[in-house]
């Protein structure tokens, strides 16, 4: 069946820093890849997505690239802010099979 | 534009009790989702619909049943509420004729707690 993991955490780092969140998947079909952001308090948004192998999405500083090799969608940004404090959870979707990793809580400090 | 709103935020049920989680969008969105957050967990799919009078089984469906009798609306039922029912519950709306690529846009939940 489908699965995604993610890598555990939380994650702190000092403003600036460069951020690497890791995710890697199980699809018995030709997923599509998602990254969504949790703020405290509110429902998830969609951070960048990807629909196929080699794709690379990328929104507010943010990227990631579909590896179909690797089974990997590993979220990137080369210099965080306080402001990207959340829960990032990366997603895939398989036609109307939809699943979610456990999440990982991102703290950036000033 | 409210985009998907979710009510109520908060809720206490005793075992045995029955409640509706309410859900409703204003963006015309055909397809629409109900998810469970665990504490420490990603969001598991509990029931979808992909339009008004259509529903299907997510993930997670036991214990929960779902009605869609409009386009706006989509609520959750809890008919015998247990312990295991403890989460937060997301509801979420997508439009787009291709189930691999829209996108979801989700309300602010519903913490519900089953003592």
């Known amino acids: 069946g489908n699965s995604v993991t993610q890598m555990e955490g939380p994650v702190t780092l000092s403003e600036e820093a460069f951020l690497t969140i890791n995710c890697t998947y199980t699809?018995?079909?030709?997923?599509?890849l998602f990254w969504y952001v949790q703020y405290p308090g509110e429902g998830l948004q969609l951070l960048l997505k990807a629909t196929k192998a080699d794709d690379k999405g990328s929104n507010k500083g943010f990227e990631a690239t579909y590896r179909k090799e690797t089974t990997s969608f590993h979220l990137e940004k080369g210099s965080v802010q306080v402001s990207d404090s959340a829960v990032y959870f990366c997603?895939?979707?398989?036609?109307?099979?939809?699943?979610f990793g456990a999440g990982t809580r991102l703290t950036v400090k000033p | 534009n409210a985009g998907v709103t979710q009510t109520p935020k908060f809720r206490i049920l005793k075992i045995g009790q029955s409640m509706t989680l309410q859900c409703t969008q204003d963006m015309n969105h055909n397809y629409m989702y109900w998810y469970r957050q665990d504490p420490g967990m990603g969001l598991k799919l509990i029931y979808y619909?992909?339009?008004?009078?259509?529903?299907d089984k997510g993930e997670v469906p036991n214990g929960y049943n779902v009605s869609r009798s409009t386009t706006e609306d989509f609520p959750l039922r809890l008919e015998l509420a247990a312990p295991s029912q403890t989460s937060v519950y997301f509801c979420a709306s997508s439009y787009g004729t291709s189930l691999s690529t829209d996108t979801q846009y989700f309300g602010p939940g519903t913490r519900l707690t089953v003592l």
């Open positions: 619909s992909v339009g008004a009078g259509i529903t």
């Open positions: 997603a895939l979707r398989d036609n109307n099979d939809m699943r």
């Open positions: 699809a018995t079909g030709y997923p599509s």
